[in-house]
């Protein structure tokens, strides 16, 4: 079967670091995608692993381990415009199609 | 990268009624998705658009309920059909790029029934 844990809300304060963690157990795996997505919008792209270790992009940062079946996103020098939910997603990887497996989100919210 | 465009936008519906959603890609894609996510959750595919096949849906989405159509690499459409207040949803149309490392997503039709 198909399993994705995130934490369903966070908070965090304006230029401090946040950390959002993604566990999963899937049938296959040939990637994990973290989306932003904020409110009344479609997910923007954030990032993609597809081999152990970290991946930096500016203020945004993201890491997998395939053996835990654990991803986290890291999110730096936080603003407000960061307030927004968080969705991580496993390509699966059992069949051909690509097609993406979306956890439930997690909703951050940065605070002065 | 690819840009969607997803028609329309949002759409107030009578019950028992049918809707399409049209979705266009700039550029031909292989693959391509639609996702449903309800109020203040997270999404959830439905079915992935074949182009020259049928749909293949997911568990719990039929093709009575959701018929799909894909007539060439760069356009696609889902009905939601006979419509009832649980359909309200936001729908989403997805493609992933030719290296398949990146998936992009339509604006959404905010769909209520009524």
């Known amino acids: 079967g198909q399993n994705i844990d995130q934490p369903t809300e966070m908070t965090a304060t304006e230029g401090a670091i946040v950390q959002i963690n993604c566990t999963y157990q899937?049938?296959?795996?040939?990637?994990l995608f973290w989306y932003q997505q904020h409110a009344g919008e479609a997910p923007t792209f954030l990032s993609y692993?597809?081999?152990?270790g970290l991946e930096e992009k500016g203020r945004f940062s993201s890491f997998l381990s395939r053996s835990k079946g654990y991803s986290y996103l890291l999110l730096k020098e936080l603003q407000m415009k960061d307030s927004a939910s968080y969705l991580c997603?496993?390509?699966?990887?059992?069949?051909?199609?690509?097609?993406?497996?979306f956890g439930q989100g997690t909703t951050l919210q940065v605070k002065p | 990268s690819a840009v969607i465009s997803q028609k329309p936008s949002r759409d107030i519906c009578q019950r028992g009624t049918s809707l399409t959603i049209q979705c266009q890609v700039d550029?031909?894609?292989?693959?391509m998705f639609w996702y449903r996510q309800q109020p203040g959750q997270s999404l959830t595919l439905i079915a992935t658009?074949?182009?020259?096949?049928?749909?293949?849906?997911e568990s719990g989405f039929v093709i009575d309920k959701f018929p799909i159509s894909r007539p060439n690499l760069t356009f696609s459409t889902l009905t939601v059909s006979n419509m009832s207040p649980e359909d309200s949803s936001i729908y989403l149309c997805?493609?992933?790029?030719?290296?398949?490392?990146?998936?992009?997503f339509g604006q959404g039709t905010r769909l209520t029934v009524v």
């Open positions: 997805s493609v992933l790029d030719s290296l398949n490392t990146e998936a992009f």
């Open positions: 899937t049938s296959g795996f040939n990637g």
């Open positions: 692993n597809v081999l152990d």
């Open positions: 997603a496993v390509r699966d990887g059992s069949s051909n199609t690509g097609k993406l497996i």
């Open positions: 550029s031909q894609v292989t693959m």
């Open positions: 658009a074949n182009q020259g096949s049928e749909a293949t849906y």
